[in-house]
Structures are given as structure tokens and as C-alpha cells.
């Protein structure tokens, strides 16, 4: 039996029991590893037990409820989708920041970031364009196993149980929207009392633009998560953008005065651009009638 079967052949009332002591569970980890973050410094080995907390409370879900752990989407399936989910955090990033350089609202490669790979890779007496390539590669490639570690922590919570879960009692875009929302509730401790932000300036705005991010990109993972039938798709993506977005486009962006209104996940054009992409594969979902679009 498939793991896509596994979850449909489970009664509504098993489904809804394990959405409910998914959420609860959740809260509990989530609030006491954000306490941690929030009390000891943003740290990444702190975070990395925060984002490892949907993933727990899912795992427990299926302990609780007795629901066999293999539903939550584990084989692999065809690479195909994994090759599709590691090149659409690229390619939204690449018009985010191609729009944010054009038009001026951030600068293309900051010195600073040119000398800082330069110094951490030894790549001494390198131009700076040679340092960016380098660092790319090296970014992109090996920072995607440090981040697919803690991405799957949360897509084990995120696309393994709660996505699926939800689609068998609602439809494709309340599925999708109602995981971005709880993607966005659960980083707010983050973004309200650590440095994961732009700056200590209207964070209701910061927090608004990353609502609207964390939503059009559970769009995206849902529809990868229903033709890949498996959980790697989202963690892909989701490594794919910390690694591109966070570690490399944003680092190598120019700060202006007002650079942080634009820029990041907390500007408005990387919210809109993915967005933009999520509408077009709740599109591509309904054409192709995936899970009552």
C-alpha cells in the first residue's frame, strides 16, 4: 500500500484526532524551544532544535494516535520532482532580487559579503567575481546538507503530517493556506523577540510580509507534496531557500537606508514574487484536479 493510500484509507475522526494532537503537541515543543532561542541568542544549534519541533510532534502524533509513521511521505519517489523543488526557490529568488537590484531598492554585491566568503574559504587574492562564483558553489552545495538536516525537522510536521492530514477534510487551497498560517504563527516568537528580522522597526509589517511568504510558499510545497506523493519535495525547497535566499541573495545584497522595507523575507517583493509563483501552481493543481482544487 502507498503512503498516499495509508492516509486516505484512515477514518475522518482518526484524521481530525491526529490533526488535533499534531497542533497541541506542536505548541507545547515549539514553545519551549522558542523560549530556549529567545533566552540563549539566536544560535543556530538552538534554532536547529526549534525547527526540529513539528517534526517531533508529528512523530509523537503517530505514536499517540497509532498512525503508521510511513504515511508521512518518506520514499523518495521519482528524482524528477526533487530536481523541480531544488530549482523553484532559484528561480523566485532570482526575479525577487533581479526586480530589488533593478529597480535600485538594494545593491547588487556587497563588498562586505565578497570579503567575508573570501576569508572563510581562503580564497585569497581571488576577484571578487570569482570569490561570488566560488562561494555559490560552495554555499549551495555543501550549506544544503547542513540545511536539509534542519528542514526536514519542520517538513516532517509541515507536507508529512499536517498538509496531508488537512487535505482530507478540506481542499487544495485551504490546506495550503491554513499550513502557511500556522508556518507564520509558529515563527512569530522569532521574528517579535530574536534577530531573526530586519530590525527592530515595524515588525507588524515584517511579520505581515513573512505571513504572506510562509502562505504562497505552502501553495508551492502542497502541490509538489501531491505529485512527488513524499515529504522531500518541500524539504528541497525549504533548504533550497535558506540556502539561496538567506545565505546567498541576501548576504550579497547592498543595504540602503531603506533596503529593508524591499528585501529578505520580511520586505514585500519576495513575499509577492512567491506568491505570485504559489497562485501559478494552485493553477497548474486545479488544471490538473489534484485534491479538490
Known amino acids: 500500500m502507498s503512503e498516499s493510500s495509508q492516509t486516505e484509507t484512515l477514518s475522518l475522526a482518526t484524521v481530525k484526532k491526529a490533526?488535533?494532537?499534531?497542533?497541541?503537541l506542536t505548541a507545547i515543543l515549539s514553545a519551549t524551544a522558542s523560549t530556549l532561542v529567545i533566552e540563549m541568542g539566536f544560535k543556530r544549534h538552538y534554532v536547529a532544535i526549534m525547527m526540529w519541533t513539528p517534526g517531533l510532534?508529528?512523530?509523537?502524533?503517530?505514536?499517540?494516535?497509532r498512525l503508521d509513521i510511513a504515511s508521512l511521505g518518506w520514499g523518495w519517489g521519482d528524482a524528477k520532482w526533487q530536481l523541480f523543488a531544488f530549482l523553484t526557490p532559484i528561480a523566485y529568488g532570482l526575479v525577487a532580487y533581479g526586480i530589488i537590484w533593478g529597480v535600485g531598492f538594494g545593491g547588487f554585491l556587497d563588498p562586505k559579503?565578497?570579503?567575508?566568503?573570501?576569508?572563510?574559504?581562503g580564497l585569497v587574492g581571488w576577484s571578487p567575481m570569482a570569490t561570488?562564483?566560488?562561494g555559490v558553489l560552495i554555499f549551495g552545495t555543501v550549506g544544503m546538507i547542513w540545511h536539509m538536516g534542519t528542514a526536514l525537522g519542520e517538513e516532517i510536521g509541515w507536507r508529512g503530517l499536517l498538509t496531508p492530514y488537512l487535505?482530507?477534510?478540506?481542499n487544495f487551497?485551504?490546506?495550503?493556506?491554513?499550513?502557511?498560517?500556522?508556518?507564520s504563527v509558529w515563527h512569530a516568537p522569532l521574528i517579535y523577540f530574536t534577530k531573526y528580522n530586519a530590525g527592530p522597526v515595524?515588525?507588524?509589517?515584517?511579520?505581515?510580509?513573512?505571513?504572506?511568504?510562509?502562505?504562497?510558499?505552502s501553495f508551492i510545497m502542497t502541490y509538489y507534496r501531491l505529485k512527488s506523493g513524499n515529504l522531500w519535495t518541500a524539504t528541497v525547497i525549504h533548504a533550497a531557500h535558506n540556502a539561496y535566499i538567506l545565505s546567498i541573495l541576501q548576504p550579497m545584497t547592498v543595504q540602503y537606508d531603506e533596503t529593508?522595507?524591499?528585501?529578505?523575507?520580511?520586505?514585500?517583493?519576495?513575499?509577492?514574487?512567491?506568491?505570485?509563483?504559489?497562485?501559478?501552481?494552485?493553477?497548474?493543481?486545479?488544471?490538473?484536479?489534484?485534491?479538490?482544487?
Open 132 to 134: 561570488l562564483v566560488m
Open 202 to 217: 515595524d515588525l507588524h509589517i515584517q511579520y505581515l510580509n513573512f505571513t504572506i511568504l510562509t502562505v504562497g510558499l
Open 173 to 183: 487551497p485551504v490546506a495550503s493556506l491554513l499550513t502557511g498560517l500556522a508556518w
Open 57 to 65: 510532534a508529528a512523530l509523537l502524533t503517530c505514536k499517540v494516535v
Open 260 to 293: 529593508w522595507r524591499f528585501a529578505n523575507e520580511f520586505g514585500f517583493v519576495l513575499p509577492l514574487v512567491v506568491v505570485t509563483f504559489g497562485l501559478y501552481f494552485w493553477y497548474r493543481a486545479r488544471k490538473e484536479g489534484l485534491a479538490g482544487t
Open 167 to 170: 487535505l482530507r477534510v478540506s
Open 113 to 121: 559579503f565578497t570579503e567575508q566568503v573570501g576569508y572563510h574559504l
Open 19 to 24: 490533526l488535533v494532537w499534531f497542533v497541541i
